[in-house]
């Protein structure tokens, strides 16, 4: 036989034959009583404990009746109750396992019960569950239902981990959806596939179990008869007449296998064809003397910080000591390597940081709303007025969900507007972000869309509720170097036309001075230095500046000079030092800029810098280019 024969004859007995089989058994679920239902009923004394003969294939019972009619007509009862338990099993562990997506805290515990109860033999579980629940029909399903649910438990939670931290789930936190709805819109649907394989596969080990309890007496009762139940009926005389055990047992394990293998390859055909808020904590601190902030900015922020407890008890602070304020229609940009916590200083502000994640400030505020002290108007306020356009943005659109669907949300959810109202204002927006044919594109869903256009769809998603601000989080890193530009040019044009303020997270010093009025570059978790783009660029105050816009490439540098690079590591969040966290890597250190923290100091109008000894003439801005410091 050759190779391509040998592959096809694989692929037909992995997938054809299971597929066949499982057309039999359906067909014989609904037709077999109607067909053989006398010959399994009436009885025949006179042909009673029969032997394998022509007359009676697998020879007949204690009251005449044909053994092997019987297994026929058993197969209705025995898969109905297969799929019911299943259906009983999957809909407990389902929702068992859907409620670690309400909090952190909840999938712990229950990731614990998990445990201890998957740690039962499910057989076992199911005799228990059987004497709890009573014998017969419903008490088996019952039990056979509740031992699987906890491995429909832990598939569900594991699924669901995965689809929890999604941009799109985030998203739908800052629209303040509540986790009933996450549940139901992004999470089920996205984990519904490799569940209903997971169902599938567990249908025959239904078939298994339900066979095993009425074997043992513990599930179906007479007149009701299911294979186990044959097989308990015949097993007194399984050495005299074998026929009597070995129908209900093929039946038993051809079942059980044809389930498992269908399961299976309904998995491989599927996963070939793909590889082609939670409960928040925010503190009040103690007010201490604050800087130039304002009450009626957009945002403002006094002395933030982020602390993550884990559960040995580390602490470590992404986010040290943040204070800045965003005026309406300011654009301000957050600079800074990577880990320095700008992410995370826009996530709090979005109410985006959850458990065991801890917000503390002594003031953080956005429009009106305090989003220290947070209630149901304040997610209305920045389901409205907010809106993010992520870092990927395929990971910021749930791919079970049409482009249009993700559109409307704002304007239904929070400005009440009507589908057909929104479905207009959407098209509208598609448009303003240079998407051609709109209406086509309104239909589609995000694998459809290349990267450029995901993005411009994430922005339009931006401007149809009535925002005031538009956080963007490296909105152009995913992206190839000519669409990078395209998007900027929309952030900015959007900017003026919607006259939102916008905060723009880059590690690119270049690009945040392009889009932005205001530039605040972070490093460790504390706002090293604050100033107006242009003074940020000609005259850089704190030396990490300096370095930074160092080791970007410039206008009418010399080519041939590589760039600044900065020697050493920033600290990481768990870093606790008494001093300045640049100090290590700064030329300019001395003694008491490693034994004590310089304070955010305003160095002139506007420009404010935390440094003992900051560059203040213009000649000690920039490091010589080509110079590792
Ligand atoms: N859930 C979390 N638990 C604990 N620490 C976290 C968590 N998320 C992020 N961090 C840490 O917080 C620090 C700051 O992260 P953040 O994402 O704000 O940095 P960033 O400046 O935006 O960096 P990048 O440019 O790489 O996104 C990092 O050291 C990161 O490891």
Redesign the pocket.
């Known amino acids: 036989m050759t190779a391509p024969m040998r592959s096809r004859l694989r692929l037909a007995v992995s997938g054809g034959v299971p597929l066949v089989l499982v057309l039999l058994f359906v067909f014989l679920s609904v037709a077999a009583p109607s067909i053989w239902g006398d010959d399994a009923s009436a009885s025949n004394v006179a042909e009673a404990n029969q032997a394998i003969s022509g007359a009676h294939w697998m020879g007949t019972d204690d009251l005449g009746r044909d053994i092997l009619a019987r297994t026929l007509v058993a197969t209705r009862n025995s898969l109905v109750l297969a799929v019911l338990a299943t259906i009983v099993g999957g809909c407990a562990g389902i929702g068992l396992g859907l409620l670690s997506a309400m909090s952190r805290r909840m999938s712990r515990a229950l990731g614990a019960v998990i445990n201890v109860l998957i740690a039962f033999p499910a057989l076992l579980l199911a005799i228990f569950f059987a004497v709890l629940f009573g014998i017969g029909s419903v008490g088996s399903v019952l039990a056979v239902g509740a031992s699987f649910a906890p491995g429909f438990a832990r598939i569900t939670q594991t699924l669901t981990a995965s689809v929890v931290s999604k941009e799109y789930v985030e998203a739908s936190r800052v629209l303040g959806k509540g986790p009933l709805y996450r549940t139901f819109r992004h999470i089920l649907p996205n984990i519904a596939e490799p569940i209903v394989l997971y169902s599938t596969i567990h249908i025959g080990t239904a078939v298994l179990a339900l066979s095993g309890l009425s074997f043992l007496g513990l599930g179906v009762q007479p007149p009701v008869y299911d294979w186990g139940r044959l097989l308990n009926d015949g097993l007194t005389r399984i050495y005299v007449t074998p026929g009597v055990a070995i129908a209900p047992s093929i039946a038993i394990v051809l079942a059980g296998l044809t389930f498992n293998l269908a399961g299976e390859r309904l998995s491989d055909l599927i996963g070939g064809r793909r590889s082609a808020p939670a409960a928040r904590r925010v503190e009040r601190r103690p007010a201490e003397p604050s800087p130039d902030t304002t009450g009626d900015s957009l945002v403002d922020v006094r002395h933030l910080r982020v602390v993550?407890t884990s559960a040995d008890g580390r602490v470590?602070t992404?986010v040290r000591d943040v204070s800045f304020a965003l005026a309406a229609n300011e654009r301000v940009g957050i600079v800074?390597e990577?880990?320095?916590?700008?992410?995370?200083?826009a996530a709090a502000i979005a109410q985006l940081v959850e458990e065991p994640?801890h917000v503390q400030a002594e003031a953080l505020r956005f429009m009106d709303a305090d989003l220290l002290a947070p209630d149901r108007s304040t997610q209305h306020v920045l389901g409205r007025n907010m809106a993010m356009v992520f870092q990927d943005p395929g990971e910021a659109l749930n791919p079970a969900i049409k482009i249009g669907t993700h559109l409307i949300e704002p304007a239904v959810i929070h400005l009440r507007e009507t589908k057909k109202d929104a479905r207009r204002k959407a098209l509208d927006a598609l448009g303003a972000v240079a998407l051609t044919d709109p209406a086509r594109r309104y239909e589609q869903h995000q694998h459809e869309l290349s990267g450029g256009m995901k993005q411009r769809v994430g922005i339009a998603i931006g401007l149809m509720g009535e925002a005031r601000l538009l956080i963007a989080d490296?909105p152009t890193t995913a992206l190839d170097v000519t669409v990078q530009r395209q998007i900027l040019r929309l952030i900015n044009r959007v900017g003026e036309q919607t006259q939102a303020g916008l905060l723009f997270?880059s590690?690119d010093i270049a690009v945040v001075s392009e889009l932005c009025d205001r530039i605040i570059v972070?490093y460790a978790g504390f706002i090293v230095e604050e100033a107006k783009t242009g003074d940020l660029l000609a005259s850089p105050a704190h030396p990490y500046t300096s370095v930074l816009l160092a080791a970007g490439p410039r206008m009418g540098m010399d080519k041939s000079v590589p760039l600044v690079a900065i020697d050493g590591r920033m600290p990481?969040?768990d870093a606790d030092l008494p001093g300045c966290y640049f100090a290590a890597r700064c030329p300019r250190a001395d003694s008491t800029c490693l034994s004590s923290r310089p304070p955010l100091r305003v160095l002139a109008d506007g420009h404010r810098a935390a440094c003992w000894h900051p560059l203040t003439e213009p000649g000690d801005a920039l490091p010589p280019e080509g110079v590792t410091i």
Not at 338 to 345: A, P, W, Y
């Open positions: 993550y470590t992404p800074g990577s880990g320095s916590g700008k992410s995370m200083t994640g490296e997270i590690h972070m990481g969040p």
